[in-house]
Nanobody
Framework: EVQLVESGGGLVQAGGSLRLSCATS????????IGWFRQAPGKEREGVSC????????YTADSVKGRFLTSSDNAKNTVYLQMNNLKPEDTAVYYC???????????????????WGQGTPVTVSS
C-alpha cells in the first residue's frame, strides 16, 4: 500500500522556521517524483516544490523561492521541506504527493498525482 505521512507542522511566529517531513512507504521511492503542495483556507491548492530523489533535482515555486528548501533522505524514503523566514501568508495545510510519470518541473504541479498524504497544518502568526 502506497503511503505518504507528513509531519512537522505547527504554530510559529513570522520569521521563524519549520521543517516538514514526508515519510513514504509501499513504493520504490527513487522511481517517483515527490512534491509539496499547500492549501490555505478559502484558497485553491498551490504547488510549493518537488524533488526527484534519484538525482536530487528540485524545483521551487517563485512564491517561496529563496526561503524554502526541499531535500530527500533516500535511505529513509523521506522528503523534507525546510521552511525559513516564514510569513503569515505561508499559513496553510501542507501536503506531499507522489508522481510516477511526471518529472519534477514547473509542470509537475499541474498533473494528477498517484498518491497524497493527509496533510500537516502550518500556522504563522504575525
Amino acid at each position: 500500500e502506497v503511503q505518504l505521512v507528513e509531519s512537522g507542522g505547527g504554530l510559529v511566529q513570522a520569521g521563524g522556521s519549520l521543517r516538514l517531513s514526508c515519510a513514504t512507504s509501499g513504493f520504490s521511492f527513487v522511481d517517483y517524483n515527490i512534491g509539496w503542495f499547500r492549501q490555505a483556507p478559502g484558497k485553491e491548492r498551490e504547488g510549493v516544490s518537488c524533488i526527484n530523489p534519484s538525482d536530487g533535482f528540485t524545483y521551487t515555486a517563485d512564491s517561496v523561492k529563496g526561503r524554502f528548501l526541499t531535500s530527500s533522505d533516500n535511505a529513509k524514503n523521506t522528503v523534507y521541506l525546510q521552511m525559513n523566514n516564514l510569513k503569515p501568508e505561508d499559513t496553510a495545510v501542507y501536503y506531499c504527493a507522489a508522481d510516477l510519470s511526471v518529472y519534477c518541473s514547473g509542470s509537475y504541479f499541474l498533473t494528477t498525482k498517484d498518491a497524497w498524504g493527509q496533510g500537516t497544518p502550518v500556522t504563522v502568526s504575525s
